[in-house]
């Protein structure tokens, strides 16, 4: 099945310990992106990619990091996570630029 | 401040009759346009992409883009309880990039 996933799916977390959300697709999709969601905010993009060790910041993108070191996968890395990244996050992955992304599940991240 | 904006809502409308959902957009060279749908606690998923001016049928959708006005449309006829989500618009505000803008949805209600 044709599919984005990502893991964890809920995380709870405190202050300063860092985390790294794993996003892997399967449709080998050259195009990548992390997006944050939150109310009243809608979805706003974190990073991108547009292929291996190929990435470019979004609109929010301080205090994570990403990696493109293999295809399928685009982690999202929170070194010293705060308060207000708490949030609920998606994975997406496109076959072509500025084309129809596919989402995954989200994971909902809270620092405490 | 490249920005999205969609029609506040929540918007409710009868079982069997149309949904007019709308969207405006700052950034003149955008070009390409999505429509996505999001059931409270799922990920986005692509209902219409559409790239050129004028009207995009697929099935009770219809799309409509009119790049001088920078105002992209969605319709939804014969308008179903399942129909009751939040609509995304996204404009990918780079020609043919990756980076993409999101504006903040527009709740829909279908009452049976």
């Known amino acids: 099945e044709a599919q984005v996933t990502q893991n964890p799916r809920y995380l709870i977390t405190v202050t300063g310990k860092k985390l790294t959300v794993t996003c892997s697709q399967n449709m080998n999709h050259e195009y990548m992106s992390w997006y944050r969601q939150d109310p009243g905010l809608g979805l706003r993009q974190i990073y991108y990619?547009?292929?291996?060790?190929?990435?470019d910041k979004g609109d929010v993108p301080e205090g994570y990091k990403v990696s493109r070191k293999e295809k399928r996968n685009f982690p999202l890395i929170l070194e010293s996570p705060s308060p207000n990244q708490t949030s609920l996050y998606f994975c997406a992955s496109s076959p072509r630029p500025g084309g129809e992304q596919f989402f995954g599940p989200g994971t909902r991240l809270t620092v405490l | 401040q490249k920005e999205v904006e969609q029609n506040s809502g929540p918007l409710s409308v009868p079982e069997g009759a149309i949904a007019s959902l709308n969207c405006t957009y700052s950034?003149?060279?955008?070009?390409?346009f999505f429509w996505y749908r999001q059931y409270s606690g799922k990920s986005p998923e692509l209902i219409m992409s559409?790239?050129?001016?004028g009207d995009k049928e697929d099935g009770r959708f219809t799309a409509q883009l009119n790049k001088a006005s920078q105002y992209v449309s969605l319709l939804i006829r014969d308008s179903q309880p399942s129909d009751s989500a939040t609509y995304l618009c996204a404009v990918n505000i780079r020609n043919y990039g990756q980076n993409f803008v999101f504006g903040p949805g527009t709740r829909l209600s279908v009452l049976p």
């Open positions: 559409i790239y050129s001016n």
């Open positions: 950034d003149r060279g955008s070009q390409s």
């Open positions: 990619s547009m292929n291996v060790e190929v990435t």
